[in-house]
């Protein structure tokens, strides 16, 4: 079992950057691909980055590449997600999910092919 808990997110002026960050209890988490997603109100949930367990590769949403970085660290059993260049259509809870391969899943930007979640973050970007 893994449990997550993301922190980092806030009130932020379209422009501006945030990074927010996963930690997870179970040293499994090292071993395991993991990802970025994000719920705006009345929204589906959405996939904003993701990565295998060694943080060599990286994929993300075609709406936040070039902005957005995420990256873990293993050691500290956790994962983060620099976004810089914030925009107002950006806000949304930030989720950060595991999986259970090593690998990105094939449907990565998929929710179904994630078993581990946190109780997400606030981002608020205003313009």
């Known amino acids: 079992q893994v449990q997550l808990v993301e922190s980092g997110g806030e009130l932020v002026q379209a422009g501006g950057s945030l990074r927010l960050s996963c930690v997870a209890s179970g040293r499994t988490f090292s071993n395991l691909a993991m990802g970025w997603f994000r719920q705006a109100p009345g929204k589906e949930r959405e996939f904003v980055a993701g990565?295998?367990?060694?943080?060599?590769?990286?994929v993300y949403a075609d709406s936040v590449k070039g902005r957005f970085l995420i990256s873990r660290d293993n050691a500290k059993y956790s994962a983060y997600l620099q976004m810089d260049s914030l925009k107002p259509e950006d806000t949304a809870v930030y989720y950060c999910a595991s999986s259970r391969s090593f690998s990105l899943p094939p449907n990565y930007s998929d929710t179904r092919s994630y078993s581990f979640w946190g109780q997400g973050t606030q981002v608020t970007v205003s313009s």
């Open positions: 990565t295998d367990w060694s943080g060599d590769r990286t």
